[in-house]
């Protein structure tokens, strides 16, 4: 119990030594979420720690759980925050990335409202239920936010020394960690007690990998790494949601004209008039295709979502 008291006051410690080199170094305009969350994990262990000492049992429990699903909001935050740092030179991808973790929140919201709404009464009561819910999807986007740039970094050009990567290497180890320990507990291998002693040591040790990613000079992304293909990806992506129109046949045009020009000079028998028919003729096959479709403006191309 000494142990678990000790690790709880020296993680707003490392917290608080964590956003100040985040702030000294100015780093939390880049990452404003990661900032605020860690400002947020300082607030909460002023509340919760008297409120355990001095105060009931209902009321820290209430104020647990409540805190941890802001905390939760913050952390689904922060994956979309470093998701929007390792895209940022491919703005089609991060687009991309954007509606997908819209829908991914709306999706993990849907389910927690249905798993405590269907879950039977217990004396947890349905907010735990939907909090553990939507804790156990976070740790698990967490885990392949890690698993995602240990994999993809070489083609994003991503360096493993990059503030970016630090967070997501501190959310991904806890996030294994505390799947683990959940798994365990359900078979009935680890206890409560060992659990919460397991968990207060990972996040500790995810606490001390930001501060080090905070204290590391500034990397540059790796702009010698073999980006063609993340480059053919976010190309294509672009080619989706700005399609050119379909009804612009200039380039046809154009190529029928210097053709017809090309027969006339380069050619040992043809007339005048013979090269002037195929001109008109050519004119003609033109204006007839774009003038298939009466009264339709040319279309100018459709802007991408911004999300």
């Given at each position: ?73 913050l952390g689904f935050k922060i ?118 002693l397991t968990n207060a040591v ?106």
């Amino acid at each position: 119990m000494q142990i678990d008291s000790a690790l709880w006051i020296a993680q707003p410690v490392l917290q608080f030594a964590t956003a100040t080199t985040l702030f000294a170094r100015r780093l939390q305009r880049r990452f404003p979420v990661f900032f605020a969350y860690l400002i947020w994990q300082i607030l909460v262990f002023g509340l919760l720690f008297p409120i355990r000492r001095w105060g009931s049992y209902s009321e820290y429990f209430y104020a647990f759980w409540i805190a941890d699903a802001i905390t939760l909001a913050l952390g689904f935050k922060i994956i979309h925050e470093i998701f929007l740092d390792v895209f940022r030179p491919y703005h089609a991808l991060k687009d991309l990335g954007s509606v997908l973790f819209n829908w991914a929140a709306l999706v993990m919201i849907l389910v927690a409202s249905v798993v405590a709404a269907a879950s039977p009464a217990t004396s947890q009561g349905p907010l735990v239920q939907a909090v553990f819910t939507v804790q156990r999807c976070v740790r698990a986007m967490q885990c392949g936010l890690i698993l995602f740039l240990l994999v993809f970094s070489r083609y994003l050009g991503v360096s493993w020394r990059q503030q970016s990567f630090g967070i997501a290497l501190g959310f991904g180890g806890f996030a294994i960690v505390d799947l683990g320990l959940i798994a365990l507990n359900a078979a009935g291998r680890v206890g409560p007690s060992r659990v919460d002693l397991t968990n207060a040591v990972a996040y500790s040790c995810a606490i001390l990998v930001w501060l080090g990613y905070a204290l590391l000079p500034g990397v540059c992304r790796d702009a010698s790494a073999n980006l063609l293909r993340s480059q053919r990806w976010d190309e294509g992506l672009s080619d989706v949601q700005h399609p050119l129109p379909a009804d612009s046949l200039i380039p046809m045009f154009e190529g029928m004209v210097d053709r017809a020009f090309s027969r006339t000079n380069g050619g040992p028998a043809r007339s005048q008039p013979e090269a002037e028919s195929e001109v008109a003729a050519a004119a003609a096959a033109g204006v007839g295709a774009t003038g298939s479709a009466p009264g339709k403006s040319p279309a100018h191309s459709p802007r991408g979502p911004n999300s």
